[in-house]
């Protein structure tokens, strides 16, 4: 079965420095996509960025990046220039294509503070 | 365009009873998902649905139950409640375009909590 494993419970940033945070997977699919979400106090999950993995470049989205490593099954987030705003619990998440009824599976989540 | 539409917002409900919570998706999505979220298991998944049909139910007793209807809507429903059936449920929908996988978006979730 797929897992996906995040092994930073919780991280803190400085407003405006970089932050990354970790997640790893284990998969035997050679295809299939990955995610990360954000869960602000809200509540609701919001997706950050996608990667496809057939795809060998990094997907970007604004101040969010990926440092996707297929091979080492490691599927980074980098938030440059971290804002108070992006204080919330973030999730990875893998789900193969076709996946049929292979449900999205979610890490634990690493709960990311930035201070001012 | 309207998000995912999750009611009620917050439910208090003793032992015993049940509950029923409702997902409307985003117009056009066919596919519902439902997650258990708590502090100790994270996000657990229930069931998801595609037209109507049931593709995939998670480890969870008989006692969680889920449909959907013609119009994409989902509810799903938690009979004789226990105390650990206390959390975060969430719904979300998918556009389903056989090998493209855009990712789920999220309902904001219903809170339960088991007295």
């Known amino acids: 079965a797929q897992t996906v494993t995040q092994s930073q419970p919780e991280m803190s940033v400085q407003e405006a420095e970089t932050v990354t945070l970790s997640c790893t997977y284990d998969?035997?699919?050679?295809?299939?996509?990955l995610f990360w979400y954000k869960q602000p106090p809200s509540r609701q999950m919001i997706l950050v960025i996608r990667?496809?993995?057939?795809?060998?470049q990094n997907a970007t989205e604004n101040r969010f990046s990926v440092n996707f490593q297929k091979a080492a099954k490691s599927f980074s987030l980098k938030i440059s220039d971290s804002q108070l705003g992006d204080a919330a619990m973030y999730f990875c998440?893998?789900?193969?294509?076709?996946?049929?009824?292979?449900?999205?599976?979610f890490g634990k989540g690493t709960r990311l503070s930035v201070i001012a | 365009k309207a998000g995912v539409t999750q009611t009620p917002r917050y439910l208090i409900k003793t032992r015993g009873q049940q509950v029923t919570l409702s997902c409307s998706p985003i117009?056009?999505?066919?596919?519902v998902s439902w997650y258990q979220q708590t502090p100790g298991q994270g996000l657990q998944f229930l069931f998801e649905?595609?037209?109507?049909?049931?593709?995939n139910k998670g480890n969870f007793p008989g006692r969680f139950s889920g449909r959907q209807f013609s119009n994409s809507r989902s509810e799903m429903n938690v009979s004789t409640l226990e105390l650990g059936d206390s959390a975060l449920y969430l719904c979300?929908?998918?556009?389903?375009?056989?090998?493209?996988?855009?990712?789920?978006?999220f309902g904001s979730g219903t809170r339960l909590t088991v007295v």
């Open positions: 979300a929908s998918s556009l389903r375009t056989g090998v493209m996988e855009y990712g789920y978006t």
């Open positions: 117009s056009g999505h066919r596919s």
């Open positions: 998969t035997s699919e050679s295809d299939y996509y």
């Open positions: 998440a893998y789900r193969p294509p076709n996946s049929g009824n292979t449900p999205l599976v």
């Open positions: 990667q496809e993995a057939y795809k060998q």
């Open positions: 649905y595609f037209s109507e049909t049931q593709r």
